[in-house]
């Protein structure tokens, strides 16, 4: 009988205990630790006070969720590295000297679910979201989203969270409070970081717009494309975009723009390189596959730009390694040229480089590897304008290396052009050039005067100098006439060699530079000094004839056969002096006939 009943109160405590190994799941609940606000100022890590509910099929109602603690679990850091969509849950108190006034700040990531649940008076709640796919309601402040709140001093206020990331973990969630006076001013300053990284981006972009537009050189062309994609890129990032230039029907778009710039920035960067560096005499092999990468990824661009936004998450992974290899293609590419002389090559080494690590500086915080402050946070941008700077100055060089080089071939041409105009016994012009010249000085026929006055000279009695001294002498005395000439004459005056000892000058006929009175004065220049060869003191002297006050009627023989007809007659009154051509001396012309010219003033 004792056995019996026994046997029935242990069978009561077997149901109650089971009763209540079932009940207390449903029971269980934890209240999330109070997180003390200061009164000025930021406190961040606040995950690990959370109190968490996994809610993998988004069925909780958030009102529910705010009342009751019931089914809330301490937050663990197992949730790092694996975890379901779930709900966290903040308790806030703020110091009663504080104002009262807080903002949370949300590291942006890619967020399948992201809503901020705060309750108001009445009972309501208001409630932001930051999901990819959807119009982001909270405020967007260069790499974070920004709630309002507000936590009475002296008072504690809820907090709830609904957050589905895309890595299925909460390893990306980062949050930090801050108080409402230091947020601004640390935005303000933020803006005007933001102001001069970007003006800078913009000069350099419409620079090189410029220069593209004006030399058309395909480098300034890809270097623009590239960096109005950086800017783009970076414009979506800061959130300056979205808040302030994108229409509302775009806002939805966001994730879509950030992804497709991003993609046009390496595809861009990869024609810049193509045409800058020039692989193709380096590296035929790498130049290939850079070529191969170009079209992957503006194939990516496409399919990024079209694809519906629920698969757009599944572009952006299939993104991160090709931009990984893509990165270090390029890197390989410009180490190769430079290390085979390529300036171009350690320019864009250097660029590329900086930027490339100032961008992975974001993953190396979210590993721990460095300290989470703005420097650091920002320094893309940093490098963005150092990478756009470095660049332009390379295309700068390069345009400067282009223009060295047409610098030079023009120089050569003039070089060549003047050897073949010049008399290289002398140096002074040929007769095919005073030909082109005096043709190209003529003016037209319609002109009122001609302003220059032309000069035949001949050395006295040259050929018995060549017949006592010798040729050489005779070359010697050339070539110090042509020198002491140009002692006389002004820039501008050209004189040049017809033959033998024949020359011709040409100067501007002005008032205190007359044809005749140059002539003089060359006359004294060469008779004021003996010439000398090889100690022999040889006589020297020229007689010159003058044309002056010429119509521009006349043609370039007429003007010759004219001077000619003065340095004749100027041999005939005696020899070392000038003569002005004087029509009413009927003297012949020693080179033929000639038209009858209009009547000179002497």
Known sequence: MTSGRDGRRFAWLSLVLVLLAVALPLQAQHRADLVQLPAQGAVGDIKSSAAVRPDPEGALDPRALIRSDAGFVPYSQALESEAPPMWLKFRFTAPRDAEGQYVLRVARRFFEEFQVHLPQQGGRLASFSAAYDRT??????????????????????????????????????????????????????????????????????FHNFVLYLNLRQRGHLYYVMAMGSLLLLLGVDSGLLQTHFLP??????????????????????????????????????????????????????????????????????????????????????????????????????????????????????????????????????????????????????????????????????????RLANLDPLTDAYNRRFLQTYLESVMPGPNADSFDRAVLILDLDNFKDTNDEYGHAAGDMVLRE??????????????????????????????????????????????????????????????????????????????????????????????????VLFDPDKGT????????????QES
């Open 136 to 205: 982001v309601t909270t405020q967007t402040v260069g790499r974070h989203y920004v709630v309002d709140f507000r936590v009475p001093p002296g008072q504690t206020q809820l907090l709830l969270i609904r957050v589905d990331t895309v890595q299925n973990s909460l390893q990306p969630l980062e949050l930090w409070v801050e108080d409402r006076a230091t947020f601004t001013e640390s935005r303000s300053q933020a803006f005007l970081v933001f102001g001069l990284l970007f003006g800078i981006l913009v000069a350099l972009i």
């Open 248 to 417: 509302e029907a775009l806002l939805p778009q966001v994730s879509r723009i950030y992804l497709v710039c991003y993609v046009m920035m390496l595809l861009t960067m990869g024609l810049f390189f193509l045409a800058f560096v020039n692989p193709q005499r380096h590296a035929p092999r790498l130049t290939v596959a850079i070529k191969g990468f170009v079209w992957l990824l503006a194939a990516l661009a496409v399919v990024a730009l079209l694809i519906p936004m629920r698969y757009l998450l599944v572009v952006a992974m299939i993104t991160q390694p090709i931009q990984l290899v893509a990165h270090a293609t390029l890197i390989a590419g410009a180490i190769i040229a430079a290390r085979r002389g390529a300036t171009e090559g350690v320019i864009f080494l250097a660029a590329w480089t900086l930027f490339v690590i100032s961008g992975y500086s974001r993953v190396f915080i979210s590993l721990d590897w460095l300290p989470r402050t703005d420097f650091f946070e920002y320094l893309i941008y940093l490098g963005a304008v150092v990478e756009a700077s470095i660049l332009a100055l390379g295309l700068t060089w390069r345009v400067r290396q282009l223009y060295e080089r047409h610098a030079r071939a023009i120089e050569e041409q003039h070089k060549a052009a």
């Open 481 to 578: 006439l042509v020198r002491r000439c140009q002692r006389v004459l002004r820039e501008g005056d050209v004189m040049c060699r017809l033959g033998g000892d024949e020359f011709v000058i040409v100067v501007s006929d002005q008032t205190d530079h007359s044809g005749l009175e140059v002539a003089r004065r060359i006359i004294d220049e060469v008779a004021a000094e003996s010439f000398v060869f090889e100690q022999a003191v040889m006589p020297v002297t020229t007689s010159i004839g003058v044309v002056s006050s010429i119509s521009p009627k006349c043609a370039v023989s007429d003007i010759l056969r004219m001077a000619d007809q003065a340095l004749y007659q100027a041999k005939q009154a005696g020899r070392n002096r000038a």
């Open 588 to 599: 012949p012309f020693r080179h033929g006939p000639s038209r009858v010219p209009v009547r």
